[in-house]
């Protein structure tokens, strides 16, 4: 089994910056499942950045990304009326 088949967590291709103002340097070579949880966890907004990740972590973020979305419509629509 290759080190990617047994990762849970698949960042895109290159380096990727997952906090504001910090550089891109994660990549599949040096982060592990637990850091990119905690990642996820942390800055849901990053899960576009992963082709692969365990179905309840993709849901969960969907539904993060949903109700953030929602509010932001609602809110939009009360000021212009």
């Known amino acids: 089994?290759?080190?990617s088949m047994s990762k849970k967590y698949i960042l895109?291709?290159?380096k990727h910056q997952f906090a504001p103002?910090?550089?891109a340097v994660h990549?599949?070579?040096n982060l592990s499942d637990a850091e990119a949880q905690w990642y996820l966890e942390k800055y849901p907004h990053i899960a576009s950045l992963f082709t692969s990740m365990p179905k309840d972590e993709r849901t969960?973020?969907?539904k993060v990304k949903r109700s953030k979305v929602s509010k932001s419509?609602?809110?939009?629509?009360?000021t212009n009326h």
């Open 12 to 14: 895109k291709p290159g």
């Open 60 to 62: 969960e973020n969907t």
């Open 27 to 29: 990549s599949n070579d």
């Open 73 to 78: 419509a609602v809110a939009e629509v009360s």
């Open 1 to 3: 089994m290759t080190k």
């Open 21 to 23: 103002g910090s550089p």
